[in-house]
């Protein structure tokens, strides 16, 4: 298994600005990904993050808005930029288990941001 | 690709009574598929995983779940469900060979007594 640790936990942010969001793995791991769930919604991937290489981005979503970093295996960052309303969500980090072949994603505790 | 397909959007049950809350994938290569549940304010937990093997897959908190190949369904069960099972429960479906997990919409699980 793996432990995952978020932060922030929550923000509240006004329309405009910038936030960034950490996540820290208790293992290394290949790929992590980061995930939106928008209020009442299911999930939506938004990119996959290798370390050593620029993320992988979903359709309907560009690196600009969402710029990825993955210095190490146990580290990366999801920022959110000129956030609007729409941005208001919850961001989840996610990893594989170490047996890859296992399929099962792990995933943080998320970091609910509200836009103003 | 893949996608998935949960038809029941919420679940009133009464406790003590049993559940099933419906899943639905579609893919043209083989898969893997995942139920979680997500407690209100709280992060996504793994109920149960089929990979292979025996189509009955036994989870936590006594959750259950059927793998049908040829109605490519993947069913989540309970024989009675408690208070504390009222959550989101999303299925979830990955292909064999890449790791990306394409999630169902969610099905709300509201349990009373």
């Known amino acids: 298994s793996a432990v995952i640790s978020q932060k922030p936990s929550r923000d509240i942010c006004q329309r405009g600005t910038s936030l960034t969001i950490q996540c820290q793995v208790d293992?290394?791991?290949?790929?992590m990904f980061w995930y939106r769930q928008q209020p009442g919604q299911s999930l939506t991937l938004i990119a996959t993050?290798?370390?050593?290489?620029?993320?992988?981005?979903e359709s309907g979503f560009v690196i600009d808005k969402f710029p990825i970093s993955r210095p190490n295996l146990t580290f990366s960052t999801l920022t959110v930029s000129n956030m609007s309303p729409e941005d208001s969500s919850i961001y989840l980090c996610?990893?594989?288990?170490?047996?890859?072949?296992?399929?099962?994603?792990?995933f943080g505790e998320g970091s609910r941001l509200t836009v103003l | 690709a893949q996608s998935v397909t949960q038809l029941d959007s919420q679940v009133p049950v009464f406790e003590e009574a049993p559940v099933e809350l419906r899943c639905n994938y579609s893919?043209?290569?083989?898969?893997?598929l995942f139920w979680y549940v997500q407690y209100p304010n709280q992060g996504l937990q793994l109920l149960l995983k089929?990979?292979?093997?025996?189509?009955l897959v036994k989870g936590i908190n006594g959750f259950e779940a059927e793998f049908n190949k040829s109605q490519t369904s993947f069913h989540l069960r309970k024989p009675s469900v408690h208070i504390s099972d009222t959550a989101e429960y999303f299925c979830?479906?990955?292909?064999?060979?890449?790791?990306?997990?394409?999630f169902g919409t969610g099905t709300r699980l509201l349990v009373s007594p």
């Open positions: 993050a290798n370390q050593g290489s620029e993320a992988t981005y």
């Open positions: 089929y990979l292979s093997g025996s189509t």
């Open positions: 893919s043209s290569v083989s898969v893997y």
């Open positions: 293992s290394q791991v290949t790929m």
């Open positions: 996610s990893v594989a288990s170490g047996a890859s072949n296992t399929g099962e994603l792990f």
């Open positions: 979830a479906v990955r292909n064999t060979g890449f790791q990306k997990l394409v």
